[in-house]
C-alpha cells in the first residue's frame, strides 16, 4: 500500500518543541522533494518547509525561519520537521507531501506541483 504517514503532533505550550516524522511506504522518498505544509482553521494551507531528494537544498517560509528544521532519512524512507520556540501561532494541522519534479521553492509556494503523495495530517496545538 502506497502511504505517506504523518506523527509527531501535540499539545506544547508556548516555546516549546516538537518534532514530526514523515514515514513513506510502497514507494521510495529518495526521488521526491518533500515538503511539510499546515492549516489552520479558516486559513488556506501554507508550505512550511520544504527538502531538495539529495537534501542539498531546503526552503523555509519566513514565519519559521530559525525555529524549524527540515531533514529526511532516505535510507529510513523518512522526513522529519523539528519545531522549536513554538508559538500559538504555529497551530495548525501539519501534513507532508512527497512530490516530482519540483524545486523546493516551487513547492513550498505551490507554484508547480509534480505526481506526488499526501500525508493523512497531524495536529499541532501551542498553548499561549
Known amino acids: 500500500q502506497v502511504q505517506l504517514v504523518d506523527s509527531g503532533g501535540g499539545l506544547v505550550p508556548a516555546g516549546g518543541s516538537l518534532r514530526l516524522s514523515c514515514a513513506a511506504s510502497?514507494?521510495?522518498?529518495?526521488?521526491?522533494?518533500i515538503g511539510w505544509f499546515r492549516q489552520a482553521p479558516g486559513k488556506e494551507r501554507e508550505g512550511v518547509s520544504c527538502?531538495?531528494?539529495?537534501?542539498?537544498?531546503?526552503y523555509h517560509a519566513d514565519s519559521v525561519k530559525g525555529r524549524f528544521t527540515i531533514s529526511r532519512d532516505n535510507a529510513k524512507n523518512t522526513a522529519y520537521l523539528e519545531m522549536n520556540s513554538l508559538k500559538p501561532e504555529d497551530t495548525a494541522v501539519y501534513y507532508c507531501?512527497?512530490?516530482?519534479?519540483?524545486?523546493?521553492?516551487?513547492?513550498?509556494?505551490?507554484?508547480?506541483w509534480g505526481p506526488g503523495y499526501w500525508g493523512q495530517g497531524t495536529q499541532v496545538t501551542v498553548s499561549s
Open positions: 507531501a512527497a512530490v516530482l519534479s519540483t524545486t523546493v521553492q516551487d513547492m513550498c509556494l505551490m507554484t508547480q
Open positions: 527538502i531538495s531528494s539529495s537534501a542539498a537544498n531546503t
Open positions: 510502497g514507494f521510495a522518498l529518495v526521488d521526491y522533494t
